[in-house]
């Protein structure tokens, strides 16, 4: 079966009307990490590898002087060596969400209005570990789905399914590489614009050969951040 038998008929639709009602309402009341600067990036393709002088994103790294880093959007990435990434044919190289580094500790809050999903954790080789799921109304005939990746365990006990959650409100806290999937930590933070019937877990890369689908279901988080949209 081909990747594009499973996304929704109306993708395209949906993007559209996700686009005019980003562009209608403008960025998210709240961040999910304080502290986001639009030039303060982190690229982990093999050039950005290479600047820093890394083989891979090193286990326990964090930003120098307690800065937030964030980026990988659509970025074709050299890290991604787990099985279930590099599984038969065309690897999974390419990030679909936006990561935000900072420390182990740091606090997530919700940009939106919007109640739980789901949550689970998903504890394969370089997973997300703790993971949430929220749903946004968006008045438009839509809604918008953001899921939060390598949380600390106290997310899965702190919500459930169906909580009301407010924008600027705490979600959870960045986990550290033993909770969080093996990696230094940050927040994976994606936008998606249907779940394709998963719940507490959602494919954050995808293979280059099916960008254009992934891109589309999945629209920078960026803007919605009132950050830079990717160049």
Not at 22 to 46: C, I, N, Q, R, W
Not at 104 to 125: I, K, M, W, Y
Not at 152 to 167: E, M
Not at 175 to 187: I, M
Request: proline fraction near 8%; aromatic fraction near 8%.
């Amino acid at each position: 079966m081909s990747a594009s038998a499973a996304f929704p008929a109306d993708l395209r639709t949906r993007r559209a009307r996700y686009d005019l009602w980003l562009k209608e309402t403008g960025p998210a009341v709240a961040p999910p990490v304080l502290g986001l600067e639009p030039d303060a990036t982190l690229s982990l393709d093999v050039a950005g590898l290479a600047e820093r002088g890394w083989d891979d994103l090193p286990l326990h790294w964090t930003p120098e002087n307690g800065k937030v880093l964030h980026g990988g959007y659509g970025e074709d990435r050299a890290i991604y060596d787990a099985p279930a990434f590099r599984g038969a044919g065309e690897p999974r190289t390419l990030h679909l969400g936006l990561d935000i580094f900072a420390s182990a500790g740091t606090e997530v809050f919700a940009p939106l209005d919007g109640c739980v999903h789901s949550l689970q954790r998903n504890d394969n080789e370089k997973d997300y570990g703790p993971t949430l799921i929220l749903q946004h109304e968006t008045g438009t005939g839509f809604d918008l789905f953001t899921l939060y990746g390598h949380l600390a365990a106290d997310v899965l006990s702190s919500l459930a399914p169906g909580d009301a959650v407010d924008a600027g409100q705490k979600l959870g806290e960045l986990g550290d590489s033993h909770v969080n999937g093996g990696w230094a930590p940050h927040l994976h933070f994606q936008v998606m614009l249907d779940l394709l019937g998963h719940r507490g877990d959602f494919p954050g890369v995808c293979r280059k050969s099916e960008a254009d689908l992934w891109l589309t279901l999945c629209p920078d988080p960026r803007p919605l951040l009132g950050l830079p949209p990717r160049s």
